[in-house]
Structure formats: structure tokens, C-alpha cells
């Protein structure tokens, strides 16, 4: 008759010892001798801010920021009426035309959503034009391109009690000299807000 053992019955020994060896490895490592002779000083806290005393700490920074010195930062606040400054105001125009041309309309649909979200804000439409023609045609002219835009703006849903239209002809050139270049910047409706 053969006895049978359990083949985990052999290995349990082994186990137990690999366990008791890992556990004194273990302890071995943990614990870190103390040096005696290493001499101990003992400091005594230096105030900060020359503050001192029991809640030196936090009475130090008041004590050492002076209020009078600071100044405190001024952020500009936006103006509500005035649209961002993202958006052209000025509408350029042909020679001897009254016509908005149609790369100007998204700056004209921008205005127009800026007004009809607050139907208390009000635009000049001030018209201009170039140099060449006499006053009174360029101040009709400058009428016709300041009116040109007030249907404009009408169109995309602006009160007509928010827009104000006025001429000033040639008036009030935005660019001083002659040629086609200084005329070109000069015929021009300006959207002015107030």
C-alpha cells in the first residue's frame, strides 16, 4: 500500500521559509539607524518684515507692503456704446457714386446687429467726398452716400430714429492732397456713435 501525500504538502516548508526571509529582508531595510553624534542646534525664529512676535507670519505681509504705494490696475471698461473696435466705420465709394458696393456689407451687417440689439444706440452717417466738383454738388453727393447707407442699415432691421444722416461734402477730408489715392479714402461715409 502507498501513502499519497499532497504535492503542496512538500512545497508549504519551502514557502514558509522564502516568506521568513522576505519579512526579515523587509525589516532589515525599514528600519534606519539614528547618529547619535550628530550635534543638534537650536535656532530661534527670525521675524520677517520686522513684524515679530506670535503671527509674525502673516502680520509680516501687510507690515512690509506699504497701501499708499499701491496703485490699483485701472482696466478700461468697455464702452456699451460703442461698437468693437473689430468693426470698420468707414464706407469707401466709387468716383462720382452713391452706390454701398457689396464688400462693404458685412461691416454694414455687423452695425446692424450692434443697433438693433439696443435700439437706444444712435449713429451719424457722415457723407463725404473727394476734393474735385464744386461745394454744393459734393455736399448733395455726400448726402446721397450718407442716405445710401441709412437704407442700408434700414434694410437689415436699424430704427431710422437711431441713424442721423449729414453731408459734409468735401469739407473734412480724411486724407489731405490730391490724386487718386487721397481721393479714393476721401469718398467715404463715416459711422460716427454717440
Not at 528600519?31 to 537650536?42: A, Y
Not at 507670519?57 to 512690509?64: D, F, K, R, V
Not at 450692434?114 to 455736399?139: I, K, S
Request: aromatic share 6%; with cysteine; charged share 25%.
Amino acid at each position: 500500500m502507498t501513502t499519497r501525500t499532497h504535492p503542496s504538502a512538500h512545497s508549504r516548508p519551502l514557502r514558509v521559509a522564502v516568506t521568513a526571509l522576505a519579512l526579515s529582508i523587509l525589516a532589515g531595510c525599514s528600519s534606519v539607524k539614528l547618529d547619535d553624534n550628530v550635534p543638534v542646534t537650536e535656532r530661534t525664529p527670525t521675524p520677517v518684515g520686522g513684524a515679530g512676535g506670535a503671527g509674525g507670519a502673516a502680520g509680516a505681509g501687510s507690515a512690509a507692503v506699504d497701501s499708499r504705494t499701491v496703485v490699483p490696475v485701472q482696466t478700461p471698461a468697455a464702452d456699451a456704446s460703442q461698437p468693437p473696435a473689430s468693426v470698420d466705420r468707414v464706407i469707401y465709394f466709387d468716383f462720382d457714386s452713391y452706390t454701398v458696393k457689396p464688400e462693404f456689407m458685412a461691416t454694414l451687417e455687423a452695425h446692424a446687429r450692434f443697433l438693433n440689439a439696443d435700439r437706444q444706440r444712435r449713429v451719424v452717417l457722415e457723407g463725404h467726398t473727394d476734393e474735385r466738383g464744386g461745394r454744393e454738388y459734393n455736399l448733395a453727393l455726400g448726402q446721397k452716400r450718407a442716405d445710401a447707407v441709412r437704407r442700408a442699415l434700414a434694410l437689415l432691421g436699424v430704427q431710422d430714429g437711431q441713424m442721423e444722416s449729414v453731408s459734409y461734402g468735401k469739407e473734412k477730408p480724411a486724407v489731405q492732397g490730391s490724386g487718386e489715392e487721397a481721393w479714393s479714402r476721401n469718398r467715404r461715409v463715416e459711422l460716427v456713435y454717440r
